[in-house]
């Protein structure tokens, strides 16, 4: 076994967009930062489809969750540029292009004026439009189109850009990187001090932020009272690319609910299709099956029918980091020098600007930034506890 004694202010484990991103804020602030993750990059941005839609997202019961979103959203532009800048050049593909959702028939249609009606409550931005009206901004819909919300302001950005420009950021800021993973949180006297790593490195830091997204339930050494409630939620994702011949194709994002499942069609500047994603409560299982690229194609086909003329290039699943009540855990835990930065669900991507921000100020100052409050995992209600109990017991 080899040893960091000398040690660092702050381990990130985890090398996510998350991990990534809280190395990047706390190294620029000053703090000797180190972060572990045998792939850097890698995780469930390389399968995620980008979407910035906190309005788009918005769901009944998960209004808690909009301020964050908005939030975190409104930062994407300064955040690209100076991601950009910090990485030495690197777009991450960031597009204010909107989203449209649309509504295929008179169920989906009511759905769809019932979230407007809910957009509207919370003094969001959103335009409802006829079929025809759809069809006008985006000629490639289906012709049964019933209606649909135009959002401008739900944007996107390219996932696998932002994770490779991050971590690009993270080596020019500094901050080591230990291609390993962390198999037990290291403390002494009730405190967390560090990480053992599966290659026998022992890194000693003065604050430790678990950020391995789905996996962050399960180091091992992190007391029982404070692991973190996360679970993974499976989603497989197709990429399609659009012929020059064929475009413009899409011209924003376009999303819709089929038969009371989700599916969404991101265009990328480069001729790329995203077309996902399923939701599958399948614990660690990563195969993409027969039956999820069927179901995906069939659902977009219906939408846009012009999408089965397009070569399908890539297909894959990923895991998202579920928590029990689809909210991010973001800040200190009850052992003192351990923060949560996990949990956030299908909002990694939307969340990273603010996530970053939130974990630096913590960092640096020891104060967790007030927006960030409401989903701080020290001091949780008793229904999360008992539900982290249960969680840990299934697995």
């Known amino acids: 076994m080899h040893s960091s004694r000398k040690g660092s202010d702050v381990l990130v484990i985890g090398g996510?967009?998350?991990?990534?991103?809280?190395?990047?804020?706390?190294?620029?602030?000053?703090?000797?930062?180190?972060?572990?993750?045998?792939?850097?990059?890698?995780?469930?941005?390389?399968?995620a489809a980008g979407m910035l839609a906190p309005v788009t997202e918005l769901h009944y019961g998960e209004e808690a969750l909009l301020g964050l979103g908005l939030a975190s959203a409104a930062r994407y532009p300064q955040f690209a540029a100076e991601l950009a800048d910090a990485s030495g050049g690197m777009d991450i593909g960031y597009r204010a292009c909107g989203t449209l959702a649309v509504a295929l028939d008179s169920d989906d249609r009511l759905h769809l004026r019932e979230l407007h009606a809910l957009q509207r409550r919370c003094g969001l931005e959103s335009?409802?439009?006829?079929?025809?009206?759809?069809?006008?901004?985006?000629?490639?819909?289906?012709?049964?189109?019933?209606g649909g919300l135009r959002v401008d302001g739900d944007h996107q950005v390219d996932p696998r850009r932002l994770a490779a420009a991050l971590l690009a950021a993270c080596e020019r800021a500094g901050v080591a990187v230990h291609r390993a993973s962390a198999q037990r949180l290291l403390t002494t006297t009730d405190r967390a001090t560090g990480a053992l790593l599966d290659d026998g490195t022992?890194?000693?830091?003065?604050?430790?932020?678990?950020?391995a997204g789905s996996l962050s339930g399960r180091l091992a050494g992190v007391p029982p009272e404070v692991v973190a409630p996360v679970r993974p939620v499976k989603g497989q994702v197709l990429r399609l690319t659009v012929p020059a011949a064929y475009a413009p194709f899409l011209s924003r994002t376009v999303r819709a609910v089929v038969r009371g499942s989700h599916v969404y069609l991101v265009p990328r500047e480069n001729g790329e299709l995203v077309v996902g994603a399923t939701s599958e409560e399948l614990g660690w299982d990563t195969t993409v099956t027969a039956g999820g690229v069927y179901e995906l194609l069939r659902d977009a086909h219906e939408l846009v029918p012009g999408i089965t003329e397009l070569p399908l290039t890539e297909t894959r699943a990923g895991l998202r980091p579920g928590s029990p009540d689809n909210a991010p855990l973001i800040g200190p835990t009850d052992?003192?020098?351990?923060?949560?930065?996990?949990?956030?669900?299908?909002?990694?991507?939307?969340?990273?600007?603010?996530?970053?921000?939130?974990?630096?100020?913590l960092l640096a100052t020891g104060e967790l930034p007030e927006i960030a409050r409401p989903f701080t995992p020290a001091g949780s209600p008793p229904h999360i506890r008992s539900r982290t109990h249960d969680h840990l017991r299934q697995r």
């Open 202 to 211: 022992e890194l000693q830091a003065g604050q430790v932020v678990l950020a």
């Open 127 to 146: 335009e409802w439009l006829t079929g025809r009206e759809c069809r006008r901004l985006e000629p490639m819909l289906a012709p049964g189109v019933r």
């Open 335 to 361: 052992l003192p020098g351990l923060h949560l930065a996990t949990g956030h669900y299908r909002n990694g991507v939307l969340l990273t600007p603010l996530t970053g921000d939130v974990l630096a100020e």
């Open 16 to 47: 996510g967009i998350i991990g990534l991103v809280t190395a990047w804020r706390a190294a620029a602030r000053g703090l000797r930062t180190v972060l572990a993750d045998p792939a850097p990059g890698g995780g469930a941005a390389q399968v």
